[in-house]
């Protein structure tokens, strides 16, 4: 089993910025990928962003591209989310995944984080 949990979120001006945080726990050897997914209210849980453990590639969804940042620290066990620039639309509660596989598709994901809410006013 992998527990992870998110903190970081909040409520912020548009414009803003805040960086989300993913502490992994338990068997995280059996991990490959991170992820970021968000839901908003009334809609799906879409993919943010992912990276691998290992090698520390990255992959975004088009709509955050060159606004977030997603990192990890090998030693801490700790993915992060650096959002910047954010719009009222990232309002979302962001979920912090694990899977044995680099996807964008929630099916891929064995473990998930209970959320962190991030607000974003106009």
């Known amino acids: 089993q992998v527990q992870l949990v998110e903190s970081g979120g909040g409520l912020v001006q548009a414009g803003g910025s805040l960086r989300l945080s993913c502490a992994a726990s338990?068997?995280?050897?059996?991990?490959?990928?991170m992820g970021w997914f968000r839901q908003a209210p009334g809609k799906e849980r879409e993919f943010v962003a992912r990276?691998?453990?290992?090698?520390?590639?990255?992959y975004y969804a088009d709509s955050v591209k060159g606004r977030f940042t997603i990192s990890r620290d090998n030693a801490k066990n700790t993915v992060y989310l650096q959002m910047n620039s954010l719009k009222p639309e990232d309002t979302a509660v962001y979920y912090c995944?694990?899977?044995?596989?680099?996807?964008?598709?929630?099916?891929?994901?064995?473990?998930w984080g209970q959320g962190t809410q991030v607000t974003v006013s106009s």
């Open positions: 338990g068997r995280t050897f059996s991990t490959y990928a």
């Open positions: 990276i691998r453990w290992s090698s520390g590639s990255t």
């Open positions: 995944a694990a899977g044995g596989v680099t996807s964008v598709f929630r099916r891929d994901y064995d473990y």
